[in-house]
């Protein structure tokens, strides 16, 4: 158990940095800063795509390096503080910056912690493939992985309303409250730090039964011709291109939610903050149910059946508002019908994301079959550049549904058109439902099953004589 908890621990600091993305960037820089909200889409987006050529850099690197803390923990270790430091200045840009420097600098401060994130979430989520091989084991294993991820983005998110965002005699809306960001990033910057320390602190213990990198002379027309033979893998493209669509759609989802809690639904600060509970509680079902679907259902269909119940039951409460069959704002039932939906929604969509995990995992050995190479940092490369691609592609298609529907800058809640508030709604919906299409018809194509991976397992175990009677291969983690 121990292990367990500081593997998933670690992911404290990519949950927050996801929350802040995803629920604060936008609103901050467009409604706080005064930047056009396409504009901060267009800045995130040049981030993510310099993150698209570092991601499969770090995973690369990260199964070919070693060292007597093996080939993961050094990444760990460094990207520390450089990761705490970068998102402090995300959210403290200097007062005297235009909207030409502001724009710089939001590219320039949003690469800066994508990159240190990307050289601790790489190596770190890469350990799930080493500590264990078992098919079951690991989606439980990348259960404790979301879990953390999702306590502590909530935890801060959480404390950011409550006490960060808060109204004062100059700013009516919490979530406009200038000064508060800045004290919410440096809490943020502490609480990122700590945790990866804390989970490579913790599973350093581990390094004596991992994987080492084989002694081999590399140069990077090699390292080029092995990155492309890997992820080249069929059913891990297949799953990669439905992470990516599944990641378009939750990040949208996560970008856009402040704008539909305060103008749509038209929630208090104390009301959205509530929020966190359902979110917390959906988390908590999908750590305990994840597992269970897995082991009686399979990970491929789980998942797909799941995506479409948590897309159905998101998108239920506006469509019933736009026809007039659903409850008023300002109405008794409004608000715990929206906080059950979101519970079922989101508990659904994060068990989902468990399973498309462990499903890549569960590649590793399938390519190594045919590889002869254990590329655990290069998938999870891929798979991490999908999961920033949550609040990059997210950020930036909100930006744009904002704009197409003439959502005006500088809003309060009650005082925008009500036409605009429907059309929000009306363009939304149908680009959510279209991108969780897209992601379940891709998902379908993966292939690897419980049997196939056993087999692949067995093999593996035979050709390189790697088991021993009654004792586990060399290689894999001892996980307590």
């Known amino acids: 158990m121990p292990t367990k908890l500081f593997y998933g621990f670690g992911s404290v600091a990519f949950g927050v940095k996801d929350n802040g993305f995803s629920y604060f960037l936008l609103i901050f820089y467009n409604q706080v800063m005064g930047l056009p909200a396409q504009t901060v889409g267009l800045a995130i987006m040049i981030a993510l795509f310099v993150d698209a050529f570092l991601d499969p850099i770090v995973g690369q690197a ?7 803390w093996g080939r993961r923990h050094p990444f760990m270790y460094a990207a520390a503080i450089p990761v705490a430091v970068s998102y402090l200045l995300l959210w403290n840009p200097p007062k005297a910056l235009d909207h030409q420097g502001l724009f710089f600098y939001l590219i320039g401060t949003a690469i800066l912690i994508r990159s240190f994130i990307t050289c601790y979430e790489i190596p770190s989520s890469a350990l799930a493939a080493e500590l264990t091989t078992g098919y079951d084991e690991r989606t439980k294993l990348l259960s404790y992985r979301f879990l953390f991820g999702w306590i502590g983005g909530l935890a801060m998110y959480f404390a950011a309303l409550k006490i960060f965002l808060t109204p004062d005699a100059t700013h009516k809306v919490g979530q406009l409250n200038v000064e508060g960001y800045a004290h919410y990033g440096m809490a943020a910057a502490l609480l990122m730090l700590f945790a990866i320390l804390v989970s490579a602190v913790g599973t350093h213990g581990q390094i ?15 390292l080029a011709r092995e990155m492309v033979g890997t992820l080249s893998h069929r059913s ?27 103008f749509f639904w038209e929630f208090s600060s104390a009301q959205i903050a509530l929020f966190t509970f359902a979110s917390l509680t959906a988390a908590l079902f999908a750590f305990a149910a994840a597992p269970v679907f897995s082991q009686k259902f399979g990970k491929k269909r789980s998942a797909m059946t799941l995506l479409l119940i948590g897309v159905a039951v998101g998108v239920s409460p506006i469509v019933l508002r736009l026809t007039g069959l659903f409850p008023e704002n ?5 608000f715990p019908l ?12 994060i068990t989902a994301n468990i399973l498309t ?37 997210g950020i930036f298609t909100s930006a744009m549904l904002l704009k197409a529907a ?12 009500p036409a605009i508030i429907a059309r929000l709604g009306l363009i939304y919906v149908p680009v959510l439902v279209v991108l969780y299409g897209l992601c379940i018809a891709f998902m379908s194509g993966y292939r690897i099953t419980r049997e196939s991976h056993a087999e692949s397992l067995r093999q593996l175990a035979a050709a390189a004589d790697l088991v021993n009677e009654g004792e586990p291969a060399s290689g894999a983690g001892k996980l307590s």
């Not at 003439?406 to 058109?417: K, L, M």
């Open 357 to 393: 995990s462990s499903m890549i995992a569960d590649v590793v050995e399938d390519s190594e079959l045919q590889t002869g190479r254990r590329s655990e940092g290069l998938f999870f490369a891929a798979s991490a550049f999908v999961a920033k691609a949550v609040t990059g592609i």
């Open 62 to 68: 990260s199964d070919n390096f070693r060292s007597k």
């Open 338 to 349: 929206i906080f059950l939906q979101n519970v079922i929604s989101t508990g659904a969509t």
């Open 406 to 417: 003439a959502f005006p800058q500088g809003a309060r809640p009650g005082e925008v058109d």
């Open 208 to 222: 004596p039964f991992l994987r080492e990198a084989p002694h081999r002379k590399l140069n990077l027309p090699t």
């Open 236 to 262: 891990f493209l297949r799953i990669l291109i439905a992470n990516l669509f599944g990641a378009m759609a939750a990040g949208l989802t996560l970008s856009i939610s402040l704008y539909f809690t305060t």
């Open 330 to 334: 300002g109405s008794s039932l409004l």
